[in-house]
């Protein structure tokens, strides 16, 4: 399983556009990259999956390089209600994949 | 997006009791569920892993004896927390497999467990 490292936490104002990068070093030719958004005392919740380049839902964009060994996370314009931990998750999908999270992010958005 | 829920949300109980908590895909067959605990501001740690029809499989450090879990249907997952004492207390999130291939794990809402 490919390893992950995100920044423990980050702090953003109402407004911003917020980046959250994962260095993945290890990551395997069929690993996706998976991004998921916890509020306290609730379960994750999918935010953006892609496998190269870029990703755009109505969300976040999620931004690949060509080596795949990162990938980061774009919040266009946080509000308040974006303060939450963030974790990065790399796997094939596949029958064998068994979700492993990381530490992830805790991101404040302050007023 | 696919739905799974968790019964009950939060259950309080005595020291020494079992106490089980349900995980069910609600509109979709999942053959893998993956159980998971979250302490207060620490990330999620597997606990074992689900299959239908067969014994789940345990992390390292995790007492299968201790937290017994049932798959006995394509949609519903059970784990039964035995003689539970206070350091059990935590956040019990299940999640559920909906086939293979990108976008196919969906979490369930958790369930906050507190033994007095």
């Known amino acids: 399983l490919a390893k992950t490292t995100q920044p423990i936490s980050m702090d953003s104002y109402e407004g911003q556009e917020v980046n959250i990068t994962c260095s993945h070093n290890n990551i395997a030719t069929n690993d996706y990259i998976t991004w998921y958004q916890q509020f306290p005392s609730q379960g994750p919740r999918f935010i953006i999956q892609?496998?190269?380049t870029k990703v755009t839902n109505e969300v976040a964009s999620l931004f690949i390089p060509a080596d795949r060994k990162s990938s980061t996370l774009s919040l266009p314009r946080v509000s308040l209600s974006d303060t939450a931990v963030y974790y990065c998750?790399?796997?094939?999908?596949?029958?064998?994949?068994?979700?492993?999270f990381g530490r992830g992010t805790s991101l404040i958005v302050h007023p | 997006g696919a739905v799974v829920s968790q019964h009950p949300s939060r259950v309080i109980c005595k020291s020494g009791t079992s106490v089980k908590i349900e995980c069910r895909s609600l509109d979709f067959q999942a053959t893998t569920m993956f159980w998971y605990r979250q302490f207060p501001k620490k990330s999620l740690m597997l606990m074992a892993t689900s299959n239908e029809g067969s014994k789940a499989t345990y992390e390292q450090g995790v007492e299968k004896d201790k937290f017994l879990i049932n798959h006995a249907s394509l949609t519903l997952s059970t784990l039964t927390v035995t003689s539970a004492h206070p350091e059990d207390s935590s956040f019990y999130i299940c999640?559920?497999?909906?086939?293979?291939?990108?976008?196919?794990?969906?979490f369930g809402p958790g369930t906050r467990l507190l033994v007095l």
């Open positions: 892609g496998y190269k």
């Open positions: 998750l790399v796997g094939d999908s596949g029958g064998s994949y068994i979700p492993t």
């Open positions: 999640s559920a497999r909906r086939g293979e291939g990108p976008e196919t794990q969906y």
